[in-house]
């Protein structure tokens, strides 16, 4: 388990990531996490459920993560990208075992945030999670 922490820290060491999660898909449990944001169990299966049905959501639609209401920009079988009105935003990528959720806070770090999504979803590929 320190492993997995580790390996999600690195992603707030950039300075664009504030939180970052890695979730078990299988049971929706929460295997690894860094950053202050907290996400409930109902928080971890409307995401599951917007990869769910991905084809299903458009960019009008949007998905409410603990008091905050994100509207989706885009949504395909392996991410999530999505935005509150404040500009902040989450970001969600889905691997063969685990989706991994990063949030950002300020829309300057939206591109870092990716970045960073797209390397530890790239790593857990990797390792066949």
């Not at 504030?18 to 995401?47: F, N, P, Q, T, W």
């Amino acid at each position: 388990m320190a492993d997995l922490e580790r390996v999600m820290h690195t992603g707030t060491l950039t300075g664009f990531v504030s939180s970052s999660y890695l979730v078990r898909r299988k049971d929706k449990r929460i295997v690894a996490r860094s950053g202050s944001c907290e996400l409930c169990a109902h928080d971890l299966v409307d995401i599951d459920r917007c990869f769910r049905h991905e084809s299903k959501v458009d960019a009008v639609s949007h998905v409410t993560l603990g008091e905050t209401k994100y509207k989706i920009v885009r949504l395909d079988a392996s991410a999530l990208y999505a935005r509150a009105e404040d500009k902040s935003g989450v970001m969600a990528a889905r691997t063969g075992m685990h989706v991994i959720i990063n949030f950002y806070d300020v829309p300057e770090a939206a591109a870092g945030c990716a970045e960073a999504l797209a390397s530890l979803a790239e790593y857990f590929k990797e390792k066949g999670r």
